[in-house]
């Protein structure tokens, strides 16, 4: 039906239609490449990694970047690992046991008034009849007046007896003590039957630091660990001073020293 020239025309067409070229084919007929030569030369440029690199923006960016792509994150990333930053902090200190404690008393305790200058220890005139070493107690004025020479004397404030306890006469001194115990009078405990039958002298006994028994009286001259109470009217009847004062008079006056109260 055909003749030779174009039986050889078709079979070119169909051959270059299939990608087929006999001059291209006689070319490598002799050495023909193997499948598994394609295969390694996909290997040596793996086309995953180029592709991801490439799609890198279609990977969402942070993290999933990070993860997938071959690039260290941008420093603006949000899961940049960036150096910790340290403050500086004042040390805490842990309070002590006492420090505690004073806070907490102090927080529960009600503020006391502050000790009045006006019963500072102080040198004044005084006109007076009584001789020198002689104590004399002005009960409505609350002062303690130790009688010096040349028309002066030593003037203390005190606190003294509250209504119905005040009292005058004249006394002596006939015993003292350092940090006196304490045994309060069948009269107090009468009164105050939540007191303490018995206290050792120190810091919290409320004869404090010193005393000055008066006659064979329960009165005494004695120091005090409340000085807000001194110049009211607070006591019993005895007459009570500051601890710093009341040792500074019991360094002054002996046993038989005269004692005026009025």
Not at 202 to 226: D, F, K, T, V
Not at 247 to 253: P, Q, S
Request: aromatic share 10%.
């Amino acid at each position: 039906m055909f003749n030779k020239t174009t039986l050889a025309l078709l079979t070119s067409v169909s051959c270059l239609a299939a990608g087929y070229h006999p001059a291209i084919a006689d070319d490598f007929s002799s050495e023909p490449e193997p499948a598994v030569i394609y295969a390694t030369q996909r290997q040596v440029a793996p086309a995953p990694v180029r592709i991801a690199h490439a799609d890198r923006s279609n990977l969402g960016g942070g993290f999933i970047e990070f993860l997938f792509g071959d690039a260290p994150p941008p420093p603006s990333s949000r899961y940049y690992q960036r150096e910790p930053a340290y403050e500086q902090r004042p040390e805490y200190i842990a309070p002590t046991a006492p420090q505690l404690m004073q806070e907490q008393e102090a927080a529960i305790e009600p503020a006391r008034p502050a000790f009045d200058p006006r019963f500072e220890k102080q040198l004044v005139d005084y006109h007076g009849g009584e001789k020198a070493g002689t104590i004399v107690i002005d009960t409505p004025n609350k002062f303690l007046y130790l009688v010096q020479s040349d028309g002066k004397a030593l003037r203390y404030g005190v606190g003294v007896g509250r209504p119905g306890f005040t009292w005058s006469g004249v006394k002596t001194i006939t015993a003292k003590r350092e940090w006196p115990a304490w045994t309060p009078p069948k009269e107090m405990l009468a009164r105050r039957p939540d007191l303490p039958r018995h206290m050792e002298g120190g810091p919290q006994n409320p004869l404090g630091a010193r005393a000055m028994y008066l006659g064979s009286s329960l009165y005494r001259i004695h120091g005090s660990n409340e000085p807000w109470t001194i110049g009211t009217n607070v006591s019993s009847g005895c007459i009570r001073m500051r601890n710093e004062d009341v040792i500074d008079l019991y360094g002054r006056v002996g046993v038989g020293t005269k004692v005026v109260v009025i």
